[in-house]
Every structure is written in C-alpha cells, then in structure tokens.
C-alpha cells in the first residue's frame, strides 16, 4: 500500500501490514494504541465521551480476534493523554481501561495525563473552547518483528511516572 487514504467518521483503524502508518486525530479524546506482538497486528483508535460508551475500544480488540486471531491476553494497550476530572464530568479514560481488561487484556498502560491540566504542552478543545488544533497520534508496525523487550521499553517510554488516578495532583 503506497498511496494515503482517509476515513472519514470513523472511530479506529486496524491492520495486520507492516510499514502502514495508522492515524487519528484527537484533542480531549483518548488515543488507544493497541498492539499485538504475537499475531503481529495493530490498531488504533479514537476513544472520547461518545465512543467510550460505545464501547469502541473494545470493538476493535474484537476485530483484532476476528480479522487476525488475536488473543486478548496477548495484548499491549496504551491510552494517551485525554481530559481527565476534574476538567471533565465524566472519566472516560478509567472507563476506556476497564473495558480493555474486562476483556482479558493484561497489560494496560495509561499515560495518566489531562490535556486541560497542561495547555501549553496538548491541545484540548474543551478548556480552550473549541478554538484549538488536533493531536496525531501514530502507530506503525516495522516489518521487522521487535522482540518483546523492546516493545516493552518502547510502551515505558511513553508512559510517564504517574499512574492513571482520578484526581491528577496537577489539577485544580
Ligand atoms: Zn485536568
């Protein structure tokens, strides 16, 4: 595949192709990066309010099984930063992880950071009223398979200290 294509008004993207980039934009909403080292797919996807209570994480880790074989446990998840309480009424990020490890999913990384709590550093559409720009999140498999290890690593690195708590001490 060597051409872009676009997607419009959908929730995620999974694949199986090594050297396929994945996108999605986000401002408050999670970004859920999954990957599956063992059937060696891939999959990404956008996860705010709406999607959460659909339940779209989820889905597409059924996808995953479906389309690929992909066994939950097998699973590396790791959800992005997103608005957290108190900047928003509901925690969909503690939802987006629940839904993850309800489904077997053993390791379930959080970066455990609110977009509203730190402007400077994420967009977030909420605490600047809509007039912001977008997140990209990414995700590509190489066609080498990484070895577990650094998979490992490379899921710690983008995992600050903190773990997921609902009140993150940054926010006011
Ligand atoms: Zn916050």
Do not use: W
């Not at 928003?88 to 977009?115: M, N, P, S």
């Not at 690593?153 to 009140?167: D, K, V, W």
């Amino acid at each position: 595949m060597e051409t872009d294509h676009r997607f419009p008004g959908c929730d995620g993207l999974i694949t199986n192709q090594s050297n396929v980039t994945l996108g999605i934009y986000v401002a408050d909403c999670g970004a859920v990066y999954i990957v599956d080292p063992v059937r060696r797919a891939i999959g990404l996807v956008h996860s705010g309010k709406k999607g959460t209570e659909q339940g779209v994480a989820g889905q597409a880790i059924e996808l995953m099984r479906e389309r690929f074989g992909s066994v939950a446990s097998d699973l590396v998840v790791q959800l992005g930063p997103c608005i957290r309480p108190p900047h928003y009424e509901i925690d969909f990020a503690a939802q987006i992880l629940r839904q993850c490890r309800a489904l077997g999913v053993k390791e379930v990384h959080d970066a455990g950071t609110c977009t509203a709590c730190e402007p400077a550093r994420y967009y977030s559409y909420r605490a600047e009223k809509g007039r912001t720009g977008r997140m990209l999140a990414l995700l590509a498999m190489t066609s080498e398979a990484p070895r577990r290890e650094q998979l490992l690593y490379q899921t710690a690195l983008t995992e600050p200290q903190q773990r997921y708590s609902s009140r993150s001490p940054a926010c006011r």
